[in-house]
């Protein structure tokens, strides 16, 4: 079980990492032009502020538990990532986008099994 759990943590925080990264590196210009339209109704400080969280969240999923500091906040990162998923889900689920929705429902899920199994 525990291999498991560290696969789901490995996958979460790539994820996460990366479409975080995109979000802090990126206007929201280019982010719409690159297929993002969700950010259209969103501020730049607050789509910049998910993407932190995302940063924060994958860092949170690896590095208590590798480390050996604080594990319990394993979970409350991957609870974290659940919570961003919601919104995720919400957001696109009223734009029609249904495919990237469902991709958000996988993802909240992993993060939950994660919690569930690192609590």
Known sequence: MNVF????????????????????????EQLATS????????????????????????AG??????LDIAPVLTPLAALGLAVVMVGAIITHGRRREFPNAAFNVVLGALALVLAIGRF
């Open 5 to 28: 759990l560290w696969i789901v943590a490995i996958v979460l925080a790539a994820v996460f990492l990366a479409s975080g990264a995109l979000k802090v590196a990126r206007g929201k």
């Open 61 to 66: 999923v690896i590095l208590p538990r590798a």
């Open 35 to 58: 297929g993002q339209g969700w950010v259209e109704p969103f501020a730049p400080p607050v789509i910049r502020l998910i993407g932190a969280v995302e940063v924060l969240g994958a």
